[in-house]
């Protein structure tokens, strides 16, 4: 079983990134066949100022290694470091139909806040695929906003392979892990950049203490009870508790007497201890440059090395030939 996922570097993770996708990376990575990529084509959709682009992709390494990711174990690769994914991207394009870009919620989405349809934007689900179809993959780890695309993936491989008559791209399944798909922000809404509501995984403690202690709640008083199900810092804290802590706190919210400051205070400890050996593994990454861009570059050529066998086919299939060396 190959898995597959990448993340784009449009700014620090947070605690949704996290727990809706990088905590089953982790999980997964204990197959030799998983790829995890840093998507930086997909990112320049929305980051146009080059210095951070290049420096979100680098904090989207050391972070993703911080939090547990293991060379030895799985490929981890930057986008843009494999060319042959852009090539397969316009192959795919040749055969996708414009009708079922039209459908895609990302775009549909994007476009009623305002956002500019430009044509990256448009044909970002072709890229999406072509990450997906270059490596055969199996499994793709996604969030439930992007399993549209996964379906997506499959329709474009699947014409391909009606088109010119063999199976010559790999159908991807999508794995959502629904407990987690979605986590509250500050405000309660979905944790999200574009709601401005985040709690990124490595505040520092001070900040991360401000945040907590910033989520909307409603105005029951302190002696009264409240009900945990209904309340945003409680959601969080079941992220990090066990489910013996879950209880004990859930019987102090029902039995009243208790504040949200202190529910807060509780989320806090929780949270900053649950990413501490992360925080100093990530120092010990950010420390040795050299190290963190050789991890990069195994990556890229693992990946390069699997993506032309599946370019080659494609191209074969389509009546271009055999590829130059080197290219």
Request: charged share 25%; net charge neutral.
């Amino acid at each position: 079983m190959r898995i597959l996922s990448g993340i784009q570097p449009t700014g620090r993770f947070h605690w949704g990134n996290y727990f809706g996708a990088i905590q089953q990376y982790i999980a997964l990575q204990d197959n030799e066949q998983a790829f995890y990529f840093i998507a930086d084509l997909h990112a320049l959709t929305t980051v146009r100022d080059p210095k951070q682009l290049a420096q979100n992709t680098t904090d989207a390494a050391l972070d993703l290694l911080a939090l547990g990711l293991d060379p030895a174990k799985a490929t981890l690769f930057r986008q843009s470091d494999v060319p042959e994914v852009s090539e397969l991207m316009w192959l795919l394009m040749t055969v996708t139909q414009h009708s079922l870009l039209e459908k895609c919620h990302a775009y549909k989405d994007k476009v009623a806040k305002g956002i500019a349809a430009d044509a990256g934007l448009f044909t970002y689900p072709v890229l999406m695929a072509a990450d997906i179809l270059l490596y055969d993959s199996d499994v793709v780890p996604v969030g439930v906003d992007q399993v549209q695309h996964v379906e997506v993936t499959r329709d474009i491989a699947q014409r391909i392979n009606s088109l010119y008559n063999g199976e010559f791209l790999h159908l991807p399944n999508a794995r959502v892990m629904e407990s987690t798909a979605k986590v509250p922000g500050l405000d309660g809404e979905k944790m999200s950049k574009s709601y401005n509501n985040t709690i990124e995984i490595f505040e520092t403690a001070k900040s991360l203490r401000k945040k907590i202690m910033s989520i909307k709640t409603d105005s029951t008083p302190v002696e009264a009870p409240k009900n945990p199900e209904t309340c945003p810092v409680f959601t969080l804290y079941k992220l990090f508790a066990t489910q013996e802590q879950q209880d004990a706190l859930a019987a102090r919210y029902r039995a009243g007497g208790m504040g949200y400051g202190e529910a807060k205070q509780t989320l806090y400890d929780a949270a900053f201890n649950h990413f501490a050996p992360a925080r100093e593994r990530r120092e010990k990454w950010e420390s040795q440059p050299a190290d963190l861009e050789r991890v990069l570059a195994d990556g890229a050529k693992k990946a390069r090395a699997k993506g032309q066998q599946v370019l080659q086919r494609v191209r074969d299939a389509m009546g271009l030939g055999q590829r130059l060396a080197g290219t």
